[in-house]
């Protein structure tokens, strides 16, 4: 199979992180004779500099035409000042908006080697396995109209979603939670807002189709906590845009680092893989950054973009294994300091790399 796989890596670690997916990529079709592109373009930052504009038309020509997109982090501080629709974040929001993936998958698992990682405690934390169903383009993030009129002092935004747009990323995450644990929860607002009763309005029709997976709704308040205090109670969670945004990150404190999580953007032309964590400037260039996000994206590229769930699997099985092994990179080995052995990012994507070579040559011996 061929893949053409446009690599945006962005900003700050965005570069060092994405550069050992790919080099995980290379080595799974060295193994598997697949042949797989990389077209490196520019995103974010580093193409206001060069380019002028966060989301350069030759970036967006080739993503348009790739079979992937893979994208690292986008932002930085000397970029803090700047009006939203000029900063490095517009260049991944036109990006998304583009490609019009509207249901971002993102994981957040234990890994049972990271409990320690946690600030919650081990019992609450071992076995959890939820899969947050993020809306991407709908919205206070996109919606009209909003403006910040300095000099009346007032600013405003839209949350704004279509019957439509609630029933397709609904559509998605039942279909998930079918091949899962059966079970769909609903997050919104809907003691307040109307769009989160029209949310949960059409949620629960869309549940006709899915007789087999149990819906439970939750407002978003409370569900922040019930997270916190069970979050083993949870299989697939869909919300909308914001509340996804902020529910993802607070769940990354289950996995004990932020740097451990990937998502997949799919429904769209094109689908877009990024790891959850963001550029993280103040350790960009250090070779401190954990590459594991980035590299479990890798692994969805494969499954959700070229059907090769027996690879994206040994992707997986190699993290947990060198995680087993007592590898960690400076922010997974917080707390521990017996039997862990500390790398550095590339060294832990060699190391991942070595794991996966052994696997798949175990497995076709
Ligand atoms: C994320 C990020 C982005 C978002 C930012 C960088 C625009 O926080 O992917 O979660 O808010 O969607
Ligand atoms: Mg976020």
Redesign the pocket.
Known sequence: MKLNIVVVAGDGIGPEVTGEAIAVLKEIAAQSGHEFTFTEKRIGGVAIVQDGTPLPAETLEAALRADAVLLG???GNEFNTMAPDKRP?AG??AIRAALGGFA?LRPAFAFRELTVNSPLRPEIVEGVDILFVRE?LGGL?FGKPRAWDKAKGEAWNTMRYTRDEVARVARIAFELAQKRRKKLTSVDKSNVLEVSQMWRATVSEVAAEFPGVTLEHQLVDSMAMHIMNRPRDFDVVVTE?LFG?VL??ESAVITGSLGMLP?ATIGGKVNLY?P?H?SAPDIAGKGLANPLGAILTAALVLRHSAGMEAEATAIEAAVRKVLEEGYRTPDLARGQTQGVTVLSTKEMGAKVRETIAKQLLAASS
């Open positions: 982090a986008v932002g974040e991944l929001l971002n991407l993030y845009n945004d993802t990150d998502s990024e959850v963001g």
